[in-house]
């Protein structure tokens, strides 16, 4: 069966420092993977996305994830945190006809 | 910024009433989804259609109905609504080519409250 785990449901960094967002997934597919951005009181915004082409993503506003089959991992990365960037983070697999949503993390940035 | 809008962002409205929640989208795509999520939670998957006059139910439970008469069109509604359908209603779109790969554009939600 397919799932997809956020191992951290709130991160607090500082401005300035980096960021990481854990991604797991569990599948027998290859997998397409996405990282998506909510804000508060809006709708979800695509950073990035993973479909078996290059391993290291490059997504909007400075974000990044790579895709490690080894650890079936796709980890989203940030070299320095903006106080623009708080917000929830969610991770989405599909695959094999499914869609799925991970829990979410929420980011908080402090000053 | 995605095309794909939805109406109206915010409604309060008491039990029993019937509600519909609108979406559209105009990037022609075939794939639509409706998506429940409460405040600070995940998001849940409830409805979705593959094209015209396809409907499907998705992974959460719903008591909302939806229909696909037209590729833009998606409308999602509740014939008798109740305080626990109070959430925030999100709808996708994609165009992915095969199951559900391809990312999806969303709309900016509806926040729906029950009294």
């Known amino acids: 069966a397919q799932s997809v785990t956020q191992l951290d449901s709130h991160v607090s960094v500082s401005e300035g420092t980096p960021v990481l967002l854990r991604c797991n997934y569990s599948?027998?597919?290859?997998?397409?993977l996405f990282w998506y951005v909510q804000h508060p009181n809006k709708g979800l915004q695509l950073l990035l996305k993973?479909?078996?082409?290059?391993?290291l993503v490059k997504g909007i506003n400075g974000f990044e994830a790579e895709f490690k089959k080894s650890e079936t991992s796709f980890h989203l990365t940030k070299p320095s945190a903006h106080m623009s960037d708080a917000a929830e983070y969610f991770c989405?697999?599909?695959?094999?006809?499914?869609?799925?949503f991970g829990a979410g993390t929420r980011l908080f940035v402090k000053a | 910024e995605a095309d794909i809008y939805q109406t109206p962002r915010y409604l309060v409205i008491g039990t029993g009433k019937k509600i519909t929640l609108e979406c559209s989208q105009t990037?022609?795509?075939?794939?639509m989804y409706w998506y429940q999520q409460d405040p600070g939670m995940e998001l849940h998957l409830i409805h979705y259609s593959y094209g015209v006059n396809s409907t499907e139910k998705g992974d959460l439970s719903s008591e909302s109905t939806v229909s696909r008469i037209r590729t833009e069109h998606f409308p999602l509604t509740l014939e008798s609504a109740r305080p626990s359908h109070t959430s925030q209603y999100l709808c996708?779109?994609?165009?992915?080519?095969?199951?559900?790969?391809?990312?999806?554009?969303f709309g900016p939600g509806t926040r729906l409250t029950v009294t």
């Open positions: 996708a779109s994609s165009a992915g080519t095969s199951g559900g790969a391809g990312e999806q554009y």
């Open positions: 990037m022609g795509h075939d794939k």
């Open positions: 993973y479909t078996s082409a290059a391993t």
């Open positions: 989405v697999f599909t695959g094999g006809f499914k869609t799925i």
């Open positions: 599948s027998s597919y290859s997998p397409s």
